[in-house]
């Protein structure tokens, strides 16, 4: 059986197995994926909770994920010092 992508859905039991951790730069240090898994409320949705880099540069930093290879787009977020 071949499926399409018109073939799953956001309930579907494939898309709940994980193909690869995804890698994580805040600022070009590597922070840790502490989980990845469907976003409450949101079907179809994947969220990724990462833990900030002790050494990552306070203020607006930018954000990339990796995935199998993929690097995506630079997003920013911002990072306070405590």
Avoid: C, H, Y
Avoid at 5 to 19: A, N, S
Avoid at 40 to 54: D, S
Avoid at 59 to 64: C, H, P
């Amino acid at each position: 059986m071949r499926l399409t992508p018109f073939d799953l859905t956001p309930f579907d039991p494939l898309l709940m197995i994980p193909i690869a951790t995804p890698q994580i730069s805040i600022g070009g240090a590597a922070a840790g994926v502490s989980s990845v898994g469907e976003a409450p409320g949101l079907p179809g949705v994947t969220q990724i909770n990462v833990v900030v880099p002790a050494d990552a540069p306070a203020g607006t930093v930018g954000i990339t994920l990796q995935l199998l290879g993929t690097i995506s787009n630079k997003a920013t977020v911002a990072i306070a010092v405590n």
